[in-house]
């Protein structure tokens, strides 16, 4: 199993109540684990990209609805229900794109419907919730780890031993529960005794692929090498690459994929190159109320992201008059995705029929 700690975990009173994640902030240079001890730090610690990763924030959603109703003084059911409900709406304003989030506090959510008639308001009744609704958060994130060890296993069997695989942005154990999607798939290989070498895009602005994925996969003892995201394109053409593997943030009904800025492109020079591109997400990834991939909201980010070149550098980039564009996400259409790997096995287009009926 993974060297990497625990990206998120519930930590119970009298050292609790709190949410311990990895402050992905400070990686590469540290590994540093914060508590969030109220809903609001949490919602910072979102915002802020410390917990980030669709599978890891629908965790994060989870657990702060637990936290929520651990804080709370509700003495019926009904106050903390409306506790309960006031910090799903925190919760659910921090970040638009990744749809875990949104399934997770839905799913939370669904613990305390509870019909009236069977609902004793008294203290043992809300203190029975309270535990319910922990439990739910602890089991998503679970379930998280272990729908990523069994995507990865499915995944693992498109890769060829010695494949050269370029990934965008970081999919793996810190974006989730623990073991990745894309990473996990090439954790898998590697696991099942497969030689890999892994191209990581270093994913402007925040970095996220020089800084946690190319960390990672050195955790994991898998080759990598970091290069800028304009590099992609010669690399492919110089035949260095045999597939792309990335994660997704949303996937619509007809399997239109929302992921790290940047992902669209590689997609668009992966089908002029012949190449295979894959998109490995857990179920919890599929928003089949999404019809298509124009209707996701794409999350805009603060200019500073761009002009202090991941907050390390504090004289911008960019004369201070320059406009700047900041698009956390962009969608790639189905008909550049060669295949979706999920925990239930490998989808091909046409995703809308494959995806009907799924549970998600
Ligand atoms: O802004 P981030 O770092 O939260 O974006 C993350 C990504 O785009 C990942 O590729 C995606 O969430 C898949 S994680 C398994």
Redesign the pocket.
């Known amino acids: 199993m993974s060297r990497i700690p625990a990206t998120i975990a519930w930590i119970a009173p009298p050292e609790g109540p709190a949410v311990r994640m990895i402050d992905q902030t400070r990686l590469p240079g540290e590994l540093v684990m914060i508590d969030c001890r109220t809903v609001e730090q949490l919602c910072e610690a979102i915002v802020s ?1 410390r917990v ?4 890891a ?1 629908g965790c994060a959603a989870g657990y702060g609805l637990a936290l929520a109703a651990h804080l709370s003084s509700a003495i019926t059911v009904d106050q903390l229900v409306e506790d309960l409900s006031r910090a799903r709406a925190t919760i659910a304003a921090t970040r638009p794109t ?1 749809v875990n989030l949104f399934w997770a506090l839905e799913r939370v959510m669904a613990v305390l419907d509870v019909p009236a008639e069977d609902a004793h308001r008294e203290l043992s009744s809300v203190r029975d919730l309270r535990g319910k609704v922990l439990a739910e958060a602890e089991l998503i994130a679970a379930d998280d780890l272990d729908r990523c060890v069994r995507l990865g296993r499915y995944g693992a069997e498109l890769l060829a031993d010695g494949a050269n695989v370029i990934t965008h ?3 793996g154990a810190l ?2 529960a623990g073991y ?3 990473l996990g798939v090439m954790r898998a290989a590697a696991e099942g005794g497969k030689r890999l070498h892994v191209w990581v895009d270093e994913t402007r602005p ?1 970095l ?1 692929g020089a800084r946690l994925t190319a960390w990672e996969l050195i955790q994991e003892g898998i080759p990598c090498t970091v290069l800028c995201d304009n590099m992609a394109g010669w690399l492919m053409a110089q035949g260095k690459v045999d597939c792309v593997l ?4 949303r996937i619509a009904a007809n399997g239109d994929a929302a ?2 800025i940047g992902t669209y492109g590689l997609a668009v020079l992966a089908q002029a190159h012949g190449l295979p591109f894959y998109v490995a ?1 857990p179920l919890s990834t599929l928003d089949l109320d999404t019809t298509a991939g124009t209707e996701i909201r794409i999350e805009q980010r603060s200019p500073e992201e761009v002009s202090l070149v991941a907050g390390r550098l504090r004289e911008p980039i960019t004369p201070t008059a320059a406009d700047i564009y900041n698009p ?2 962009d969608v790639t259409p189905a008909e550049l995705i060669t295949a979706i790997i999920t925990e239930v096995g490998v989808f091909a287009p046409p995703y809308e029929k494959a995806f009907c009926g799924l549970q998600t």
């Open positions: 990209l980030r990763g669709a599978p924030l990744a942005c970081n999919a974006a989730c990745g999607t894309a925040l996220q990335v994660g997704a943030d992921n790290k997400a956390a996400f």
